[in-house]
């Protein structure tokens, strides 16, 4: 079974910066698709940022510039740097995994349905 965890929530005031992990089982962010969603009550989720096997990275438009998603192929975890945090940032972030290899046009388009596992998710709070 995969299972993905994520860690590094919390509270932080607008303009600060805040990173999250996520440490996966059953598959290895080596050779998977990975992929960081978010969702605030009363929303529908949406698409973060992405980063394939080989390193390919994607993000909303939103977060560009201030959101980075990495991966550490060795330690087997992913990571999402986040900083001049806004308001609208606030969120449940979870981790999302695909065994696929998502074709490049496709990639970018940052499909939830791409991404079939997720995990439980940690909360952001930009205040």
């Known amino acids: 079974d995969v299972q993905l965890v994520e860690s590094g929530g919390g509270l932080v005031q607008p303009g600060g910066s805040l990173s999250l992990s996520c440490a996966p089982s059953?598959?290895?962010?080596?050779?998977?698709?990975m992929a960081w969603f978010r969702q605030s009550p009363g929303k529908e989720p949406e698409a973060v940022a992405a980063i394939r096997r080989d390193d390919l990275r994607a993000y909303t438009d939103s977060v560009k510039g201030r959101f980075t998603i990495s991966k550490d192929n060795a330690e087997d975890s992913l990571f999402l740097q986040m900083s001049n945090l806004k308001p609208e940032d606030t969120a449940m972030y979870y981790c999302a995994a695909s065994h696929s290899f998502i074709l490049t046009p496709r990639f970018y388009r940052l499909e939830s349905s791409d991404y079939p596992y997720r995990g439980q998710g940690t909360q952001v709070t930009v205040s």
């Open positions: 059953g598959l290895s962010v080596s050779d998977s698709s």
